[in-house]
């Protein structure tokens, strides 16, 4: 059985959960965004905060800023992760969300309507060392000459790697579909990544007269917000993610091995 513990109301805005982290301290972060909930709230960008309870979850500190997201829904464009390692970034907390100004506008709210929009979009990944008070310069992370950046997530295994893991146009395009899933780590608890190594051994490209079908894909080009990354206790990533190479969407999972070498 459950029982309501708190109800957390930042704003008059709405907000989009993300999943909850139990920190290396025990307490209880949640990480949240806002966005507008009605035409009169016309912000164009999205902001991403994390809010703390030492107490399990019956009382929280107030939100802590992280980041702006250049749109007005985040949508699956933020995820959180920390490190219970025993190694040197034990307690660090990570964030990643889309940067740039490539992604879902309104153009209509009745009936809401969103389409693709902007030039460029790829993932900024920060740290945080005082359970989310403060936030690190953000790094980027995509295949340098592809298109926009989607859907990023991330993982610390127990040996302590970051694994962050996102989908990847193969090209710039208004209207985009076709995607590969990408991978890269990092070993200095952030501060540099890996060269990004792609996940999928095909490029999914969904079936146009498919999608038109389903009410559902017909403005969700990828599939919907369908991704996730976890690490095994050998600290071997395991890969997620929705792809369409054979026309139809299906999940799709690779195990990923980083050498510490």
């Not at 209880?28 to 309870?53: H, K, N, W």
């Not at 991704?227 to 993610?241: C, E, H, Q, T, Y």
Request: glycine share 10%; hydrophobic share 40%; with cysteine.
């Amino acid at each position: 059985s459950f029982q309501v513990a708190s109800r957390i109301s930042p704003s008059n805005l709405g907000a989009q959960p993300r999943e909850p982290l139990i920190l290396a301290d025990g307490s209880l972060l949640i990480p949240f965004a806002d966005f507008p909930a009605g035409a009169e709230q016309s912000l164009t960008a999205s902001r991403m905060y994390v809010i703390r309870s030492e107490d399990g979850g019956r009382v929280f500190d107030h939100p802590h800023f992280v980041a702006d997201v250049p749109r007005a829904f985040p949508g699956g464009g933020c995820a959180f992760a920390t490190d219970l390692s025993d190694g040197p970034f034990r307690g660090r907390i990570y964030a990643v969300w889309e940067s740039g100004d490539f992604g879902g506008r309104i153009v209509s709210w009745t009936p809401r309507r969103r389409e693709e929009s902007g030039t460029r979009r790829e993932l900024s990944i920060a740290y945080s060392t005082n359970n989310g008070r403060s936030w690190s310069a953000p790094k980027q992370v995509a295949e340098p000459g592809l298109g926009p950046a989607f859907m990023g997530c991330a993982a610390v295994a127990p040996n302590g790697t970051l694994g962050a893991l996102w989908i990847q146009h193969e090209k710039y395009e208004t209207n985009p579909r076709s995607y590969r899933a990408w991978f890269a780590a990092s070993t200095d608890g952030g501060d540099t990544f890996t060269p990004a190594q792609a996940v999928s051994s095909a490029v999914s490209i969904p079936d146009r007269r498919q999608m038109e079908k389903i009410d559902y894909l017909r403005t969700r080009y990828r599939g919907g917000d369908y991704i996730g990354l976890a690490a095994a206790a050998d600290s071997v990533f395991n890969a997620v993610w929705a792809d369409a190479r054979d026309g139809a969407f299906r999940i799709f999972h690779a195990p990923v091995r980083v050498s510490l070498k």
